[in-house]
C-alpha cells in the first residue's frame, strides 16, 4: 500500500511522491516537445523532433502507467491522451494500403535499397544479401570507391549500372537487369546534392527510376538544403509525362512536413503504406524511424514492401515489388 499524507497523495519523502515528482516533470518535459515538434518551420531542431511520433508515444505510455499506479486520475488521462496523439499520424500506415495485386499478365519487379554507410567493411552482407533476395533492380547509397572494388561482382549479374561513388556521403549506385536508358547524374534545384535518373525499361514498359540521398538534417543549413532539394525533387517528379519510381534515403519521415510537400508536389506514394511505419534507422529495429523509401506516381502498383536484415550499415535496408498497371 503507498503511504500516503492527510491529504490523500504519497507521503513527502516516500518514493511514490519522488516517483509522482519525476513523472510530473517527465510529462511536463514531453508535452513542451510534442507541442513544438509541430512547430517544425520554426527551427531545424523542432524539425528534427517531428520525425518522431512512434518515440513521443512510448516515452508518454510510462508517465501513463505512473500516473495510473499513483491514484493520479487527471494526469493519467493526459499522458494517454499523449500516447494517442502521438500515433494519429503512424497508425494509418498499418491499414491504409496501396498494395495490390498485379494486373493479370504484369510482370513485377523486384526492388532493394540500401544505404550501405560509406565507413561499413561488412561488404559481404550485402552481396549475401542480394543473392539471397535475387532482386531485379539494386540500388546504394553512400557508396565510395572501396565500395565499389568490394562489390564489383554485381556489375556481372546486373549489366545495366551506373555508379557515381564519392568518399564523403554522397555517393550512389544503381544496378539493373532490366536495360536502362539515359543513366545520368542529375542534379535538382541548387542544393549541390547528386541523384542518379535513368529509364528503366520494364516489362510492362518504360518508367523513370531516380535514386537520391538528401543531405542530412543536421544544422539549420542542412535542413534548408535538404528541404530545396526534396521540394525541387517532387516537382521535377511532378513534370515527368511517364511514371516515375523514387527511392534512397530522404532523411525524413513521413510524419515530417518536408516530406508531404515532397510526395505531394511529386504526386508519389510510399511503398510501406499498409505495411507498418518500417523503421530503417538507426538500424535498432522497432526504435528506429523510417527514412529510407520507396515511392511512385500513381501508375505503378507496390506489394510485398519489407525492411530487410541488417548489412553493418547504421541503415537497414528495405525492398519492395512494382508493377505498371
Given at each position: 500500500m503507498k503511504p500516503t499524507d492527510p491529504a490523500g497523495g504519497p507521503h513527502a519523502g516516500s518514493p511514490a511522491r519522488r516517483l509522482l515528482h519525476f513523472a510530473r516533470a517527465s510529462l511536463a518535459l514531453l508535452g513542451a516537445a510534442f507541442v513544438a515538434a509541430q512547430f517544425g518551420a520554426l527551427h531545424f531542431t523542432l524539425d528534427n523532433l517531428s520525425n518522431f511520433p512512434v518515440q513521443f508515444a512510448a516515452a508518454f505510455l510510462p508517465c501513463a502507467a505512473a500516473f495510473a499506479y499513483l491514484g493520479d486520475r487527471r494526469l493519467a488521462l493526459l499522458s494517454a491522451a499523449g500516447v494517442a496523439l502521438s500515433l494519429v499520424p503512424v497508425v494509418p500506415w498499418y491499414?491504409?494500403?496501396?498494395?495490390?495485386?498485379p494486373a493479370p499478365g504484369a510482370r513485377t519487379v523486384k526492388l532493394l535499397v540500401s544505404n550501405v554507410y560509406v565507413h561499413n567493411r561488412q561488404h559481404a552482407q550485402l552481396l549475401r544479401l542480394v543473392d539471397r533476395e535475387q532482386p531485379d533492380v539494386v540500388g546504394l547509397v553512400e557508396l565510395n570507391s572501396r565500395w565499389l572494388r568490394k562489390i564489383a561482382r554485381l556489375r556481372a549479374s546486373y549489366p545495366y549500372h551506373f555508379?557515381?561513388?564519392?568518399?564523403?556521403?554522397?555517393?550512389?549506385?544503381?544496378?539493373?537487369?532490366?536495360?536502362?536508358?539515359?543513366?545520368r547524374f542529375l542534379r535538382v534545384g541548387d542544393t549541390g546534392?547528386?541523384?542518379?535518373?535513368?529509364?528503366?525499361?520494364?516489362?510492362?514498359?518504360?518508367?523513370?527510376f531516380i535514386l537520391t540521398h538528401p543531405v542530412s538534417p543536421l544544422d539549420t543549413d542542412h535542413v534548408r538544403r535538404r528541404n530545396a532539394q526534396l521540394r525541387a525533387l517532387g516537382r521535377y517528379v511532378g513534370s515527368l509525362q511517364r511514371p516515375v519510381v523514387v527511392a534512397g534515403d530522404l532523411n525524413a519521415t513521413m510524419w515530417n512536413r518536408n516530406y508531404r510537400a515532397?510526395?505531394?508536389l511529386g504526386g508519389l506514394q510510399n511503398a510501406r503504406a499498409g505495411h507498418g511505419i518500417g523503421p530503417t534507422w538507426p538500424s535498432i529495429g522497432p526504435l528506429g524511424v523510417?527514412?529510407?523509401?520507396?515511392?511512385?506516381?500513381?501508375?505503378?502498383?507496390f506489394r510485398n514492401f519489407r525492411v530487410l536484415e541488417s548489412i553493418g550499415s547504421d541503415h537497414l535496408p528495405v525492398s519492395a515489388e512494382f508493377s505498371l498497371r
Open positions: 491499414f491504409s494500403g496501396t498494395s495490390e495485386p555508379e557515381i561513388p564519392d568518399e564523403e556521403f554522397v555517393g550512389l549506385a544503381l544496378y539493373s537487369r532490366l536495360p536502362l536508358a539515359n543513366a546534392t547528386p541523384a542518379i535518373s535513368a529509364t528503366m525499361k520494364t516489362p510492362d514498359g518504360e518508367i523513370e515532397f510526395a505531394e523510417p527514412i529510407d523509401h520507396i515511392l511512385a506516381t500513381t501508375p505503378v502498383r
